[in-house]
């Protein structure tokens, strides 16, 4: 992800970066590129329509009867999009990054609160509701969930000594870690992904269309 750290990390991991959790970001408005591929003017709009479109029907086990005119109007643009034009989109939108549990350390020591959530990807590939493998960052200091009431048994605010132990459980299981941005490069949280997720066939099957990149780091395997 040099691209990323190039343009939002001064050459260094862009996730890392305090600037990039920051409530001024979150509420600066966005690029004229960057609003052609959300519909949206702030960050903060389009991370209130990415609950309610996606993480809320993963616990409730329905979607809104009608997205938001502006989401709709960012999914289906006039002029249909070559490959190269959709990722370059998804790359403003919401791209993520695969990350070693070393770096979910960090990354969860940096955010101003930690929410674990139903994973939307969960719903969508499988029918099953409150899989809580997504941990939100920042998003009970906005007062999001405060919308959503009947919500309070599915998304919970964890400490991070409390998140980490979660994690780590996950990554015992054999999960994949990675770190996504809610309108690049504002990070809005950690998910923990097996073939379920749905940005893994999307990017296994599809090279062109996928939706997050490898590590920064190679792997080794364990054989014991």
Not at 67 to 72: K, N, R, S, W, Y
Not at 179 to 197: A, H, L, M, Q, S
């Amino acid at each position: 992800m040099c691209e990323f750290c190039t343009q939002h990390g001064e050459g260094k991991q862009w996730y890392l970066q305090m600037k990039n959790y920051s409530n001024e970001l979150l509420h600066a408005h966005l690029t004229p590129d960057q609003m052609d591929a959300t519909g949206f003017d702030v960050r903060y709009e389009w991370v209130d329509n990415f609950i309610k479109g996606f993480t809320v029907p993963a616990y409730r086990g329905r979607y809104p009867e009608q997205l938001p005119a502006e989401a709709v109007a960012s999914q289906t643009p006039d002029t249909p999009l070559t490959a190269e034009q959709a990722l370059a989109h998804q790359k403003l939108r919401h791209f993520g990054q695969v990350i070693p549990i070393e770096a979910v350390e960090k990354v969860l020591g940096m955010a101003d609160s930690i929410v674990r959530m139903p994973c939307g990807c969960r719903y969508i590939q499988t029918g099953l509701t409150d899989q809580r493998y997504c941990f939100g960052l920042g998003l009970d200091t906005l007062q999001i969930l405060g919308k959503y009431p009947d919500s309070s048994a599915s998304l919970e605010v964890l400490g991070k000594d409390e998140a980490m132990k979660v994690i780590r459980k996950l990554d015992e299981e054999g999960l994949m870690h990675s770190v996504w941005t809610g309108v690049t490069p504002y990070v809005i949280g950690v998910c923990n992904c097996d073939t379920d997720c749905g940005a893994y066939p999307r990017t296994t099957r599809n090279r062109t269309g996928g939706i997050f990149c490898r590590a920064e780091y190679p792997c080794q395997v364990d054989v014991d």
